[in-house]
Structure formats: structure tokens, C-alpha cells
């Protein structure tokens, strides 16, 4: 991968192909993201906006297609990286996606074509038992359409935003790996949310509760989930262990909610208690 990282950073007809290409075929638009955060990570917006535009522009014809993933994940990774490039703090990066993705959300941008409700027909007519849920809950006074659309729409924002961090982080590493070896690595590590950050997520899925945001209660607790995998990732460093501890790790991570939930719990107290830094000193 880092090869590609290489090649594309020759010269901006490079890095424009590349991006083009790649968010047209189906299921790499990933890529293309990456390599418009690439660019932007490295040279700032106004010199990356070919590259970006380039991107951009298949994504959008996906978009007219109605898969709204790919030009949503472009959009997003790029501010980010924006972000990142300008402040230097990944924790300010994620809490900025994540606002903008629950924006997206609540604007109903993730909706399919037409909202909810031909989606909800095809099911009622697919399934004896959706048809009966649906049915009890409509006697129970829900608006199973709305309900079904901030499903669909809170899913899809979530798989963009994961997609979106994957992707910068992606774009960090080619950064490092091409111009500052081992760069990323020590950044990562060292990833982790300030007080202040944590006060302000909590304030925003607060007023998110009280004002019907649902968008910031689906995706406000990723810039921590981060965090708490960047703790992992450092403490396993600082420790020497086996690379294979990761990969348990993760294995965790996607199968079982109570990791998700201890991970969540470890960035919280180590917001207070900077865990890696007491390690570090003791060490």
C-alpha cells in the first residue's frame, strides 16, 4: 500500500487518476478518499482540490445512482484531514466528523430515494412477521416510517463515519510511511481526548437528547470509541507485546458489544488518569 502512497504523491496527474479510478469502481471508493486525504494531509486544501474534485465527482455520479457512501465518506475524510492538517490533533478531527456526520443525519442526506416507506412496504409485503410488528407497533402510536428512517439513516451515517476514520487514518500512515517513518505509529499512541473534549460530547449528547438529535446520540461516542482503541494500541506498544494481542483485539472489538462497552469505559478514565503516561513514566 504504501507503493500506491508513493506513486500517487509523483505529481497531481498521478493522485487525480488515482482518486478518479478508484471512487469509480465499486467498493474502492475508500481508497479514493484516502488518497484526496493524502494529498490534503500533505499540501494543504487549495493544492489537493483537483484531486478532491476528482473524487468527487464519481462519488457524485454514484450518489445519482442512490449510493450516497462514497461521496459522503469523501466529503467527510477530507474535513477531517482539513482538520488535522490544522490543528494536529486527531481528537478535533474526529469530534468534527462527528458532529458533521450527525448533521448529515439529522438533514436525512443517508435516506434512500423516496425515505423510508418503500423500503417499509417491500418488507411488510416480504415477511408475515415485519408486517406484524409493524402493525403493533403503528397500534402502539410510533411512526414506524419515521422510526424506520432514523434506522437506516443512523446506520448508514455510523458505516460512513467508521469508513471516513479508517480512511484518514489510512492516509496518516502513507503520510508517515513516505515522508516521516514511524510518524503515525507515535501519533496514534498518543491519541486522547482532553477534559474539555470529553465535556463537549457530553454537553452535545445532552442538548441532542433534550432537542430529538438522534444523530449526535448514534455517532458523538465514536471520537472516544478512538481513543480508547489508540489506548489499546499504545499500551500494547509500551508493553512489547505480540502483535497477535491486536488482532484478539479487534476480533473482540467487532463480535462482542461488551468490548465495545470496556473500550469506551478505558478512554473515559484514562481521559483523568492518562494511563499511557503513568506507564510511560514508570517504565
Same mark, same amino acid.
Given at each position: 500500500?504504501?507503493?500506491?502512497?508513493?506513486? @500517487?504523491?509523483?505529481?497531481?496527474?498521478? #493522485?487525480v487518476?488515482?482518486a478518479?479510478? +478508484?471512487?469509480?469502481?465499486?467498493?474502492?471508493?475508500?481508497?479514493?478518499?484516502?488518497?484526496?486525504?493524502? *494529498?490534503?494531509?500533505?499540501?494543504? !486544501?487549495?493544492?489537493?482540490?483537483?484531486?478532491?474534485?476528482?473524487?468527487?465527482?464519481?462519488a457524485?455520479?454514484?450518489?445519482?445512482?442512490?449510493?450516497?457512501?462514497?461521496l459522503?465518506?469523501?466529503?467527510? *475524510?477530507?474535513?477531517? #484531514?482539513?482538520?488535522?492538517?490544522?490543528? @494536529?490533533?486527531? +481528537?478535533?478531527?474526529?469530534?468534527?466528523?462527528?458532529?458533521?456526520?450527525?448533521?448529515?443525519?439529522?438533514?436525512?442526506?443517508?435516506?434512500?430515494?423516496?425515505?423510508?416507506g418503500?423500503?417499509?412496504?417491500?418488507?411488510?409485503?416480504? +415477511?408475515?412477521e *415485519?408486517?406484524?410488528?409493524? +402493525?403493533?407497533?403503528?397500534?402502539?402510536?410510533?411512526?414506524t416510517?419515521?422510526?424506520a428512517?432514523?434506522?437506516?439513516?443512523?446506520?448508514?451515517?455510523?458505516?460512513?463515519?467508521?469508513? #471516513?476514520?479508517?480512511?484518514?487514518?489510512?492516509?496518516?500512515?502513507?503520510?508517515?510511511?513516505?515522508?516521516?517513518?514511524?510518524?503515525?505509529?507515535?501519533?496514534?499512541?498518543?491519541?486522547? !481526548?482532553?477534559?474539555?473534549?470529553? #465535556?463537549v460530547?457530553?454537553?452535545?449528547?445532552?442538548?441532542?437528547?433534550? @432537542?430529538?438529535?438522534?444523530?449526535?446520540?448514534?455517532?458523538?461516542?465514536?471520537?472516544?470509541?478512538?481513543?480508547?482503541?489508540?489506548?489499546?494500541?499504545?499500551?500494547?506498544?509500551?508493553?512489547? @507485546?505480540?502483535?497477535?494481542w491486536?488482532?484478539?483485539?479487534? *476480533?473482540?472489538?467487532?463480535?462482542?458489544?461488551?468490548?465495545?462497552?470496556?473500550? !469506551?469505559?478505558?478512554?473515559?478514565?484514562?481521559?483523568?488518569?492518562?494511563?499511557?503516561?503513568?506507564?510511560?513514566?514508570?517504565?
Amino acid at each position: 500500500m504504501l507503493a500506491i502512497a508513493r506513486w @500517487m504523491m509523483r505529481g497531481t496527474p498521478y #493522485a487525480v487518476g488515482g482518486a478518479a479510478l +478508484s471512487t469509480l469502481i465499486p467498493w474502492l471508493f475508500w481508497l479514493g478518499a484516502a488518497i484526496a486525504a493524502l *494529498v490534503t494531509l500533505r499540501r494543504g !486544501l487549495s493544492p489537493a482540490l483537483p484531486v478532491i474534485v476528482a473524487a468527487g465527482l464519481p462519488a457524485g455520479w454514484w450518489w445519482a445512482q442512490g449510493d450516497v457512501i462514497p461521496l459522503t465518506s469523501v466529503l467527510l *475524510v477530507t474535513l477531517m #484531514a482539513i482538520v488535522l492538517r490544522s490543528r @494536529m490533533r486527531w +481528537s478535533e478531527a474526529l469530534i468534527t466528523g462527528a458532529l458533521v456526520g450527525a448533521g448529515m443525519i439529522q438533514l436525512g442526506v443517508f435516506l434512500p430515494p423516496g425515505g423510508a416507506g418503500p423500503m417499509l412496504e417491500q418488507l411488510r409485503q416480504g +415477511s408475515p412477521e *415485519v408486517e406484524r410488528l409493524l +402493525s403493533e407497533l403503528t397500534s402502539q402510536g410510533l411512526d414506524t416510517e419515521q422510526l424506520a428512517g432514523m434506522l437506516i439513516g443512523g446506520i448508514t451515517g455510523l458505516v460512513v463515519l467508521v469508513a #471516513a476514520v479508517a480512511c484518514l487514518a489510512l492516509a496518516r500512515s502513507w503520510q508517515a510511511g513516505v515522508y516521516n517513518p514511524g510518524g503515525f505509529r507515535e501519533e496514534f499512541h498518543a491519541l486522547r !481526548l482532553t477534559p474539555r473534549e470529553l #465535556a463537549v460530547l457530553v454537553v452535545l449528547g445532552v442538548v441532542g437528547g433534550v @432537542m430529538g438529535l438522534v444523530g449526535l446520540g448514534m455517532l458523538l461516542w465514536i471520537p472516544l470509541l478512538v481513543a480508547g482503541i489508540a489506548l489499546v494500541h499504545g499500551y500494547i506498544g509500551l508493553k512489547g @507485546m505480540n502483535g497477535l494481542w491486536l488482532i484478539l483485539f479487534y *476480533v473482540l472489538l467487532i463480535t462482542t458489544w461488551p468490548m465495545i462497552l470496556i473500550v !469506551l469505559l478505558l478512554a473515559f478514565i484514562d481521559v483523568f488518569a492518562d494511563i499511557r503516561g503513568r506507564l510511560a513514566s514508570r517504565n
